[in-house]
């Protein structure tokens, strides 16, 4: 997230808060995707990470987003005087910080895959002339394939100061999350309550799957970790109070208002009153919306108190004002396409919508949890209702091409969206993830180096 919200309108009820989710509700024709990635940026020469301010005479991630202001004439985020991102124009994109220095790019909401795809091309040629004066690489995977905790450099950003203390209390992994991992999601639109709750049931129960599909992470501090997805494992330990699977979203009734009751349930990180982050880490929101928080005695809560809270909460799928899909790991060019393209396919069509429901709505709550926990180390192996992964994904991801192709949003060339699943296609047909892939080379073609990662999957 670039810039924490700034609206200081206050609001006193829970019904504010339902609406201020509803009011994200739009006709289909509206509908558009916001595609979000991560990236970690390290110094080609000895393959360490960048800190801030640099290192050994060599630019830092200060240098790389002044770098990108200068280019692109974006307006910059300030965290204590501190150029911590950059926004782009008015409905545009955003690039941010992540606690570790992976640099993120917030994409702008578009109409097609093929506008996502020429945006990512467009910021990664951006970036590279930018980092290589500063002898700077990007590559992008769900976790630091060689740096220690301790090696990894931390952004002078102000919540995540906050985070940073409030995680080891809550979980073993917390930290591992902030500052190792990297992932892609996709935002996407809902046009009415139910519509909100169908995409929420499908993306949850699917998740996994996804997560699957796009596991990119068999490394940790250079040696095999035993997983295809260790940043899927990562989450299992992190927060268990804002992160999971949702249970509750099956429910009979569910709603706006039963995230809302969910959320409010979630400890707060901070609450920000102009450049002051005050950490409030553990307290209530539900205190803070009646007036009797007891660190900010007398604060009432702003729409930026709950748009900023929302924004801390980490769920498999997250609900604001669109829905978040936040099951994958990064991954190379071809895979941060793939990821919204899975999605749009499944959740934009109709006729894709209901037939994926059809297939995963007798999954109780105790199998949807066991996949999600078999999924980091098992992948397209992992199993529910009798069938693996693998069997499942061939289905799903052609209700993904029907999708994409009733859609028929045509490029130049004439060119429809499903050609953006071709790597998942890929996957399934070679029975062989990207993690299972990397974990072979590293065996065999790389004598069990990991430098040669750096130069094959450098952006």
């Known amino acids: 997230m670039a810039r924490d919200v700034s609206d200081s309108t206050p609001i006193g009820s829970k019904d504010e808060l339902t609406s201020w989710i509803a009011a994200g509700e739009k006709p289909a024709s509206a509908f558009r995707m916001g595609t979000e990635h991560e990236k970690f940026p390290f110094y080609a020469h000895d393959l360490s990470p960048v800190p801030y301010e640099g290192r050994d005479g060599r630019g830092g991630i200060r240098h790389l987003l002044e770098g990108m202001q200068e280019r692109l004439g974006w307006e910059p985020i300030v965290d204590d005087g501190n150029i911590i991102g950059l926004a782009g124009p008015e409905g545009g994109g955003a690039i941010s910080l992540e606690p570790g220095g992976q640099f993120e790019l917030s994409g702008a909401p578009v109409e097609t895959l093929h506008d996502t795809a020429d945006e990512l091309a467009n910021h990664l040629a951006d970036v590279k002339a930018v980092a290589a004066p500063h002898g700077i690489g990007f ?31 809550v979980g073993t992994r917390g930290l591992d999350m902030m500052f190792r991992t990297c992932t892609v999601q996709v935002n996407l639109d809902f046009a009415t309550e139910a519509d909100m709750v169908r995409k929420l049931r499908v993306s949850l129960a699917l998740q996994p799957l996804a997560t699957a599909l796009f596991a990119a992470s068999p490394f940790t501090e250079g040696k095999l970790n035993g997983l295809q997805s260790v940043r899927s494992e990562v989450w299992l330990d992190t927060d268990k109070a804002r992160s999971g699977m949702l249970a509750f979203a099956f429910d009979e009734g569910m709603s706006y208002e039963g995230y809302v009751d969910w959320a409010l349930d979630v400890p707060m990180y901070f609450v920000k009153r102009g450049a002051v982050y005050h950490d409030v880490a553990g307290a209530s929101f539900r205190d803070l919306l009646a007036g009797k928080l007891a660190q900010l005695p007398g604060e009432r809560a702003t729409i930026s ?38 999605w749009v396919g499944l959740l934009y069509d109709q006729v894709a919508l209901d037939a994926a429901w059809d297939l995963v709505k007798g999954w109780s709550a105790d199998e949807r949890q066991a996949l999600r926990d078999a999924v980091p180390k098992a992948g397209l192996e992992a199993r529910i209702g009798g069938r693996s992964l693998r069997d499942l994904a061939r289905e799903v991801l052609a209700l993904a091409r029907g999708g994409l192709a009733r859609r028929a949003r045509l490029d130049g060339a004439g060119r429809d969206e499903t050609g953006f699943l071709a790597p998942l296609d890929a996957i399934v047909a070679q029975d062989r993830t990207l993690a299972q892939s990397l974990a072979l080379r590293f065996q065999r073609e790389w004598a069990g180096e990991i430098s040669p990662l750096f130069t094959e999957l450098k952006l």
């Open 139 to 169: 590559v992008a995977l769900g976790h630091s394939p060689l740096w220690t905790r301790a090696q990894t450099p931390v952004m002078p950003k102000g919540r995540y100061k906050i985070m940073a203390n409030y995680m080891p209390k």
């Open 305 to 342: 108190d709950w748009a900023n809270h929302l924004s801390t909460l980490f769920p498999e799928v997250r609900l604001k004002r669109f829905l978040e899909m936040r099951g994958a790991d990064a991954g190379p060019p071809e895979m941060l396409n793939a990821l919204p393209a899975f």
